[in-house]
T-cell receptor
Framework: GAVVSQHPSWVICKSGTSVKIECRSL??????MFWYRQFPKQSLMLMAT?????????EQGVEKDKFLINHASLTLSTLTVTSAHPEDSSFYIC??????????????FGPGTRLTVL | QKEVEQNSGPLSVPEGAIASLNCTYS??????FFWYRQYSGKSPELIMS????GDKEDGRFTAQLNKASQYVSLLIRDSQPSDSATYLC??????????????FGTGTQLKVEL
């Protein structure tokens, strides 16, 4: 299997606060997870690649000090949006690969977290 | 910069017809290709993956790849209203490399009409 969960599914917060989003692989161990952001009517934009036991690799233009990623175990990666502002309101989606699945190492997506910053 | 292009649509087809979704990509080094379906407000769901030139069929879905033309398509036979969604094309540089990331197109919105 390749089930990925996210928590919370939605969150509303005040501007200036921090929000943590969890991504879990439920039936496999994921050495690599990916964090995406999707604005309305736009495609998925990769924010960073999360590697278990090491620092995340951020895409160009993504502030690593604002979007903190921790991948402390083979089944859990967290994304913390620090000092959130209304422009950070978006749909945040994580994905993971099952390294034992063979094939093309397809990415399986979590259900997403909708963040609204007031 | 790697680019993946899709017509945003909407593409409207009658129920029972064949829907044809197209995607072109700029990076000749791309080796694996994916089609995801995304319903409004939901996360993407993998439909098909392909890495060899030609056709790959899975139920009502057929993925077609032409690396020379840098073109990949998805055919949906006997389209159903439940197929109405946005279809995302994604491209990966390698085949099984653990660090390779996906580049997504902007998606094509499909509407299957009764």
């Amino acid at each position: 299997g390749a089930v990925v969960s996210q928590h919370p599914s939605w969150v509303i917060c005040k501007s200036g606060t921090s929000v943590k989003i969890e991504c879990r692989s439920l039936d496999f161990q994921a050495t690599t997870m990916f964090w995406y952001r999707q604005f309305p009517k736009q495609s998925l934009m990769l924010m960073a690649t999360s590697n278990e036991g090491s620092k995340a690799t951020y895409e160009q233009g993504v502030e690593k000090d604002k979007f903190l990623i921790n991948h402390a175990s083979l089944t859990l990666s967290t994304l913390t949006v620090t000092s959130a502002h209304p422009e950070d309101s978006s749909f945040y989606i994580c994905s993971a690969r099952n390294p034992l699945a063979g094939g093309l190492n397809e990415q399986f997506f979590g259900p997403g977290t909708r963040l609204t910053v007031l | 910069q790697k680019e993946v292009e899709q017509n945003s649509g909407p593409l409207s087809v009658p129920e029972g017809a064949i829907a044809s979704l197209n995607c072109t990509y700029s990076d000749r080094g791309s080796q694996s290709f994916f089609w995801y379906r995304q319903y409004s407000g939901k996360s993407p769901e993998l439909i098909m993956s392909i890495y060899s030139n030609g056709d790959k069929e899975d139920g009502r879905f057929t993925a077609q790849l032409n690396k020379a033309s840098q073109y990949v398509s998805l055919l949906i036979r006997d389209s159903q209203p439940s197929d109405s969604a946005t279809y995302l094309c994604a491209v990966k540089e390698g085949l099984t490399g653990g660090g390779n990331k996906l580049t997504f197109g902007t998606g094509t919105q499909l509407k299957v009409e009764l």
